[in-house]
C-alpha cells in the first residue's frame, strides 16, 4: 500500500520562499510521473510540477515556471518541491501523488485522474 506524508507547508510573506516535502513508502512505478497538485479554497485541483520517477524531464505549470523546482531525493524517497518568489495566489492546499502518466506525458500529467496514491496535503498561506 502506497504512503505518502507531506510536510513544509507553512505561512509567508509575498517573496519569500518555502520547501515542501513528500515522503514516499510503498512501490513507486518507474518513469512514472510523481506530482505536486494544490487546491486553493472553491477552486480546482491544479497541477503544479511533475517529475518522471527515476529521472527526467520536470513539466511545470505556467504560473510556477522560474519559480518552482521539483526534484526527488532517492536516499531519502522523497519528492521536493522548491517554491521561491511566492505570491498570494499561490495560497492553497498542497498535493503529493504518484505513479501518474508515464514521463509526464504533457496531455495528462496534470490530470489529478491519472494518479494513483495522495498525500493528505499541507497547506501554503502566502500573504502580502
Known amino acids: 500500500v502506497q504512503q505518502l506524508v507531506e510536510s513544509g507547508g507553512g505561512s509567508v510573506q509575498a517573496g519569500g520562499s518555502l520547501r515542501l516535502s513528500c515522503e514516499a513508502s510503498?512501490?513507486?512505478?518507474?518513469?512514472?510521473?510523481m506530482t505536486w497538485f494544490r487546491q486553493a479554497a472553491g477552486k480546482e485541483r491544479e497541477g503544479v510540477a511533475g517529475?518522471?520517477?527515476?529521472?527526467?524531464?520536470?513539466i511545470y505549470a505556467d504560473s510556477v515556471k522560474g519559480r518552482f523546482t521539483i526534484s526527488q531525493d532517492y536516499a531519502k524517497n522523497t519528492l521536493n518541491l522548491q517554491m521561491n518568489s511566492l505570491k498570494p495566489e499561490d495560497t492553497a492546499m498542497y498535493y503529493c501523488?504518484?505513479?501518474?502518466?508515464?514521463?509526464?506525458?504533457?496531455?495528462?500529467?496534470?490530470?489529478?485522474?491519472?494518479?494513483?496514491?495522495w498525500g493528505q496535503g499541507t497547506q501554503v498561506t502566502v500573504s502580502l
Open positions: 510503498g512501490y513507486l512505478f518507474i518513469n512514472q510521473c
Open positions: 517529475i518522471p520517477n527515476g529521472g527526467g524531464t520536470a
Open positions: 501523488a504518484v505513479n501518474g502518466p508515464y514521463w509526464c506525458y504533457p496531455d495528462s500529467w496534470s490530470s489529478s485522474a491519472a494518479y494513483d496514491a
